[in-house]
């Protein structure tokens, strides 16, 4: 087998796991969402409580175990009004139109909580009902 060969089938496996690194590096860059200043937009949270559906049409909103409400937004939510359950997501305000539109009843529907927007990614049931 000519040297050259031999350099190649010894170089093949380097070249493909620095590949591989840069691959899974951009990866975790792509993960955490940022403004168009650079800045993370918002934390990943997991928060257990009851979910409500809130006086805007497609508001939802739950109380967490934690003292906070959390303004909900994302698919799923209808199937799961007044269950116990687990979402995750991430901090990040609402679009300006939703914001408008639910404004005026969250502070209300916050009853002096500090209110926390949260874009739900994830839903499981705990319980068909809040107790």
């Not at 909900?72 to 139109?97: D, Q, R, Y």
């Not at 002096?112 to 994830?122: I, N, Q």
Request: proline content about 2%; aromatic content about 4%; overall charge negative.
């Amino acid at each position: 087998m000519s040297h050259l060969k031999k350099l190649a089938l010894c170089l093949a496996p380097a070249v493909f796991m620095a590949m591989f690194a840069l691959a899974l590096n951009a990866q975790d860059n792509t993960m955490a969402k940022q403004d168009n200043m650079g800045n993370n937009m918002g934390n990943h949270v997991t928060v257990t409580g009851c979910l409500k559906q809130g006086s805007d049409n497609g508001g939802y909103y739950l109380m967490g175990d934690d003292g906070k409400m959390y303004e909900l937004w994302g698919n799923g939510l209808s199937a799961h009004v007044n269950h116990k359950v687990t979402v995750t997501g991430m901090e990040e305000k609402m679009p300006s139109s939703m914001e408008s539109k639910r404004e005026s009843t969250e502070k209300q529907e916050a009853n002096g909580a500090t209110t926390v927007d949260l874009k739900v990614h994830h839903i499981k049931m705990i319980s068909e009902s809040c107790q």
